[in-house]
Nanobody
Framework: QVQLVESGGGLVQSGGSLRLSCAASGSIFRLSDMGWYRQAPGKQRELVATITNRGTTNYADSVKGRFTISRDNGRNTVVLQMNSLKPDDTAVYYC?????????WGEGTLVTVSS
Protein backbone atom coordinates (compact mmCIF):
# COMPACT_ATOMS: atom_id res chain seq x y z
CA GLN A 1 0.00 0.00 0.00
CA VAL A 2 1.29 3.46 -0.92
CA GLN A 3 0.86 6.44 1.36
CA LEU A 4 1.72 10.00 0.40
CA VAL A 5 2.17 12.72 3.00
CA GLU A 6 2.50 16.35 1.93
CA SER A 7 4.03 19.13 3.99
CA GLY A 8 5.15 22.71 3.58
CA GLY A 9 1.94 24.57 2.86
CA GLY A 10 1.00 27.78 4.58
CA LEU A 11 0.31 31.48 4.21
CA VAL A 12 2.68 33.65 2.21
CA GLN A 13 2.57 37.13 0.71
CA SER A 14 2.45 37.70 -3.01
CA GLY A 15 5.94 37.40 -4.45
CA GLY A 16 7.07 35.04 -1.73
CA SER A 17 8.21 31.42 -1.85
CA LEU A 18 7.15 28.09 -0.41
CA ARG A 19 8.59 24.61 -0.64
CA LEU A 20 6.21 21.67 -0.67
CA SER A 21 7.45 18.18 0.09
CA CYS A 22 5.80 14.81 -0.40
CA ALA A 23 7.04 11.68 1.31
CA ALA A 24 6.00 8.32 -0.12
CA SER A 25 5.92 4.98 1.61
CA GLY A 26 6.48 1.69 -0.16
CA SER A 27 9.07 0.39 -2.58
CA ILE A 28 7.67 1.57 -5.91
CA PHE A 29 8.62 5.22 -5.67
CA ARG A 30 11.64 5.05 -7.95
CA LEU A 31 9.56 3.29 -10.62
CA SER A 32 6.73 5.81 -10.48
CA ASP A 33 5.95 9.10 -12.10
CA MET A 34 5.23 11.81 -9.54
CA GLY A 35 3.22 14.98 -9.75
CA TRP A 36 1.71 17.94 -7.97
CA TYR A 37 -1.84 19.01 -8.64
CA ARG A 38 -3.92 21.77 -7.11
CA GLN A 39 -7.54 22.60 -6.56
CA ALA A 40 -8.74 26.11 -5.88
CA PRO A 41 -12.15 26.82 -4.33
CA GLY A 42 -14.91 26.27 -6.87
CA LYS A 43 -12.53 24.94 -9.50
CA GLN A 44 -11.49 21.55 -10.79
CA ARG A 45 -8.24 19.93 -9.82
CA GLU A 46 -5.48 20.84 -12.26
CA LEU A 47 -1.98 19.69 -13.03
CA VAL A 48 0.84 21.85 -11.69
CA ALA A 49 3.97 19.82 -12.46
CA THR A 50 5.05 16.25 -13.07
CA ILE A 51 8.34 14.39 -13.06
CA THR A 52 8.78 10.96 -14.60
CA ASN A 53 10.72 8.11 -13.04
CA ARG A 54 13.58 9.13 -15.33
CA GLY A 55 13.48 12.76 -14.28
CA THR A 56 11.69 14.36 -17.19
CA THR A 57 9.64 17.32 -16.01
CA ASN A 58 6.48 19.00 -17.26
CA TYR A 59 4.81 22.17 -16.02
CA ALA A 60 1.52 23.94 -16.43
CA ASP A 61 1.95 27.13 -18.43
CA SER A 62 0.78 29.17 -15.47
CA VAL A 63 3.73 28.10 -13.30
CA LYS A 64 6.55 27.78 -15.84
CA GLY A 65 9.59 29.74 -14.75
CA ARG A 66 8.31 30.07 -11.18
CA PHE A 67 7.92 26.50 -9.90
CA THR A 68 10.44 23.66 -9.93
CA ILE A 69 9.69 19.99 -9.30
CA SER A 70 12.41 17.57 -8.20
CA ARG A 71 12.68 14.12 -6.70
CA ASP A 72 15.01 12.20 -4.44
CA ASN A 73 14.66 8.47 -5.05
CA GLY A 74 16.89 7.67 -2.10
CA ARG A 75 14.51 9.42 0.27
CA ASN A 76 11.26 8.65 -1.55
CA THR A 77 10.41 12.34 -1.74
CA VAL A 78 9.27 14.79 -4.35
CA VAL A 79 9.58 18.52 -3.83
CA LEU A 80 7.82 21.48 -5.41
CA GLN A 81 9.74 24.73 -5.03
CA MET A 82 7.37 27.63 -5.62
CA ASN A 83 8.75 31.12 -6.19
CA SER A 84 7.15 34.43 -7.14
CA LEU A 85 3.84 33.23 -5.77
CA LYS A 86 0.65 34.97 -6.82
CA PRO A 87 -2.81 35.10 -5.25
CA ASP A 88 -4.01 32.88 -8.13
CA ASP A 89 -1.73 30.13 -6.79
CA THR A 90 -3.95 29.82 -3.72
CA ALA A 91 -5.23 26.24 -3.59
CA VAL A 92 -4.94 22.89 -1.91
CA TYR A 93 -1.92 21.15 -3.40
CA TYR A 94 -1.98 17.38 -3.81
CA CYS A 95 0.87 14.96 -4.37
CA UNK A 96 0.27 12.21 -6.92
CA UNK A 97 2.05 8.94 -7.59
CA UNK A 98 1.31 7.26 -10.91
CA UNK A 99 2.46 3.78 -11.85
CA UNK A 100 1.13 1.82 -14.83
CA UNK A 101 -2.64 2.30 -14.45
CA UNK A 102 -2.86 3.24 -10.80
CA UNK A 103 -2.89 6.62 -9.10
CA UNK A 104 -2.34 7.41 -5.45
CA TRP A 105 -3.06 10.75 -3.79
CA GLY A 106 -2.05 12.53 -0.66
CA GLU A 107 -4.54 14.38 1.50
CA GLY A 108 -3.32 17.77 0.33
CA THR A 109 -1.71 20.81 1.84
CA LEU A 110 -3.19 24.31 1.72
CA VAL A 111 -1.27 27.15 0.13
CA THR A 112 -2.65 30.65 0.62
CA VAL A 113 -1.08 33.62 -1.13
CA SER A 114 -2.18 37.03 0.11
CA SER A 115 -2.09 40.12 -2.07
Amino acid sequence: QVQLVESGGGLVQSGGSLRLSCAASGSIFRLSDMGWYRQAPGKQRELVATITNRGTTNYADSVKGRFTISRDNGRNTVVLQMNSLKPDDTAVYYCNLHIITRDYWGEGTLVTVSS
